[in-house]
T-cell receptor, first 111, second 116 residues
Framework: QKEVEQNSGPLSVPEGAIASLNCTYSDRGSQSFFWYRQYSGKSPELIMSIYSNGDKEDGRFTAQLNKASQYVSLLIRDSQPSDSATYLCAVNPGGSYIPTFGRGTSLIVHP | DAMVIQNPRYQVTQFGKPVTLSCSQTLNHNVMYWYQQKSSQAPKLLFHYYDKDFNNEADTPDNFQSRRPNTSFCFLDIRSPGLGDAAMYLC???????????????FGPGTRLTVL
């Protein structure tokens, strides 16, 4: 059973702070990793994909991947109230186009 | 803009009354997926098509069926909806698994199903 674990939260941060969201996975052969944002009642939307160890930055978002430790994280700098949402981590086991989703972490950014 | 479209956005049905949800895509992606998502839970994969090949998840109830008549369209049929089937149903597409990397999934806006 391939598992993806996320702390369900809620994670509460003040506006302007850095929000750090973490995800661990069980399949050591996983090669593709995705972060999605999901607002309440809406569908998931892609924030970032990452495939190689290290950091990948896109605007205020940075994804960090450590395959040896089997975790992927998402940092949100200068958090805004509009970032308040559930963040889903998705991991593709090696050789598969079908992702396994975590339960998501609820983020609340308060003014 | 290329996109994934789901209809209807909201569906209300009665207990036991069949319902069909539709999904269309203009991305020309090989793979189409149907997910069920309940509140505060991860999306649960029901089944997917790789081109015309249908793949059912082992724990998907027989009450759920799917059709993909062509590349662009996919349908989810719930033959006898129960109260426990009330959820958000998400359609997603992706290209393939290319060069050691899985391609991004693109989600439609979802259909919220209410069962009375």
């Amino acid at each position: 059973q391939k598992e993806v674990e996320q702390n369900s939260g809620p994670l509460s941060v003040p506006e302007g702070a850095i929000a750090s969201l973490n995800c661990t996975y069980s399949d050591r052969g996983s090669q593709s990793f995705f972060w999605y944002r999901q607002y309440s009642g809406k569908s998931p939307e892609l924030i970032m994909s990452i495939y190689s160890n290290g950091d990948k930055e896109d605007g205020r978002f940075t994804a960090q991947l450590n395959k040896a430790s089997q975790y992927v994280s998402l940092l949100i700098r200068d958090s805004q109230p509009s970032d308040s949402a559930t963040y889903l981590c998705a991991v593709n086991p090696g050789g598969s186009y079908i992702p396994t989703f975590g339960r998501g972490t609820s983020l609340i950014v308060h003014p | 803009d290329a996109m994934v479209i789901q209809n209807p956005r909201y569906q209300v049905t009665q207990f036991g009354k069949p319902v069909t949800l539709s999904c269309s895509q203009t991305l020309n992606h090989n793979v189409m997926y149907w997910y069920q998502q309940k509140s505060s839970q991860a999306p649960k994969l029901l089944f997917h098509y790789y081109d015309k090949d249908f793949n059912n998840e082992a724990d998907t109830p027989d009450n759920f069926q799917s059709r993909r008549p062509n590349t662009s369209f996919c349908f989810l049929d719930i033959r006898s909806p129960g109260l426990g089937d009330a959820a958000m149903y998400l359609c997603a597409t992706s290209r393939d698994y290319t060069g050691g990397r899985a391609d991004t999934q693109y989600f439609g806006p979802g259909t919220r199903l209410t069962v009375l």
